[in-house]
């Protein structure tokens, strides 16, 4: 029911087509475009639709910004990906072990937890990227060490609940183990909430990525969105359009993730879906007041 409720929203609808997009430029970059990306391959500053050969133009360098979108696409997508999944796997063990176990590791975890968010995020990483190298594998550590706090946090509250309710009690009185209880009884009833949480991640760790590239932080070996954004800006007076091509992708990636994260949340969200049932019984008892 669940799913079928999920599937029939337009926002579902959009986001699942815009994500698919972006997917299938990642997956078929080698196949499209078996070359490297870096290349230079044509005179530079062409604009969109001068060479059928390169139909969205070229960069200040003469690459071909066709090939490094669909590149930059796989880039993107595995940092946005890797980094929740990091966020995700440090989020949940801490916040879980947190809400479950209570007391002094709560208060120590949680203490942790407030350290990390009393610093900035996104400056953190920077520090990070800045002090190992810039590299895709030191951008993704960066981005997924910092951005677990907020996962930790609702875990925990989800847990504090959980561990309260009936079915949690009845196995304690069967002699269930911790183990048991967290990962058989408590993380699947709790993973809802974090799941829907989950494009958040991926959307703001590509945005996060693309802020690092902009700033000259990036891997130089691999295109991104973001480094293709942070060379058009060199050129973004005469040429605006090769921070448009990346930009607009990256735009278009955050809407798809933003939308299916509304959609989650409408679907999996039981106290929302209430509502909505509410509301739409009022209105319907409205308006048959209204009638003759």
Sequence with gaps: MKLLHFLRQPSAFV???LLALALAAALSANWLFPGDPLDMVAAPYQWPGADHAYPLGTDLMGRDLLAGLFHG???SLYVGGTVAVIALVLGVLIGGIAGYFGGLIEQTLMAITEFFQTVPPF???IILVAILTP???TIVFALG???WPSIARLTRGEFIVLREREFVRASVALGASDAHLIFIE???NALTPILVSTALLVANAILSEAALSFLGLGDPNVVSWGSMVGTGREALRTAWYMIAVPGSAIALTVLALNLLSDALHAAFNPRLSRN???DAASRLEAAEGLRP
């Design 15 to 17: 986001g699942v087509i």
């Design 123 to 125: 400056l953190l990483a």
């Design 73 to 75: 696409a796989r880039v």
């Design 186 to 188: 408590i993380l699947p």
């Design 135 to 137: 590299s895709l594998a």
């Design 145 to 147: 060490v910092t951005a």
């Design 276 to 278: 909505r049932r509410a």
